[in-house]
């Protein structure tokens, strides 16, 4: 029997293109791709709170790298 895809929700999806959005720019701010990854995955609870306060992925990027 076939596996089933798992489906994502459309919040969850669009959480996704916006993480993918905010690694741009902060590879755009000068971090490698694998760094960008890397800060998103180990701070995911906190780049989720700046989703859903309405935080462009610009402005994500741009608190993110300040700190």
Not at 30 to 44: C, D, R
Not at 56 to 62: D, I, L, S
């Amino acid at each position: 029997m076939a596996k089933k895809k798992e489906e994502l929700d459309e919040e969850t999806l669009e959480l996704i293109k916006w993480c993918i959005e905010v690694e741009g720019y902060l590879v755009a701010g000068g971090a490698t791709v694998e760094q960008a990854q890397e800060h998103i995955e180990e701070q995911v609870e906190w780049f989720t709170d700046q989703f859903y306060e309405g935080l462009t992925p610009e402005e994500a990027a741009k608190e993110a790298l300040s700190d």
